[in-house]
Nanobody, 125 residues
Framework: QVHVVESGGGSVQAGGSLRLSCAAS????????MAWFRQTPVKEREGVAS????????YVTDSVKGRFIISQDNPKNTLYLHMNSLNPEDTGMYYC??????????????????WGQGTQVTVSS
């Protein structure tokens, strides 16, 4: 069973930075895609970034490109989302998710089987 736990959320002012972490365990292959999603009370869960377990493929959605970086530390089985130049529109619950197989462009929630509980990010103006 794959287990996923996020951490690192918090409250920051606009222009600030946060780093989210996702500790994933229990997967039996490096042929996995790990992704970050975010959701607000008024917006559906959307894919923000993804990276393949091999590190060879990654994706960042246009609205955060140039500000967010996805990375992974394979020996630690940890995924990161480095978020810079945050603005209030980035506020939301951020989720980490894992699926077996490739990544293939913008992550879609229904394609992911294993989810963490989420970590809240709040950006004030």
């Amino acid at each position: 069973q794959v287990h996923v736990v996020e951490s690192g959320g918090g409250s920051v002012q606009a222009g600030g930075s946060l780093r989210l972490s996702c500790a994933a365990s229990g997967y039996t292959s490096r042929n996995v895609c790990m992704a970050w999603f975010r959701q607000t009370p008024v917006k559906e869960r959307e894919g923000v970034a993804s990276i393949h377990g091999s590190g060879r493929m990654s994706y960042v959605t246009d609205s955060v490109k140039g500000r967010f970086i996805i990375s992974q530390d394979n020996p630690k089985n940890t995924l990161y989302l480095h978020m810079n130049s945050l603005n209030p529109e980035d506020t939301g619950m951020y989720y980490c998710a894992v699926r077996y197989g490739g990544c293939g462009g913008r992550p879609v929630p229904s394609n992911y089987n294993y989810w963490g509980q989420g970590t809240q990010v709040t950006v004030s103006s």
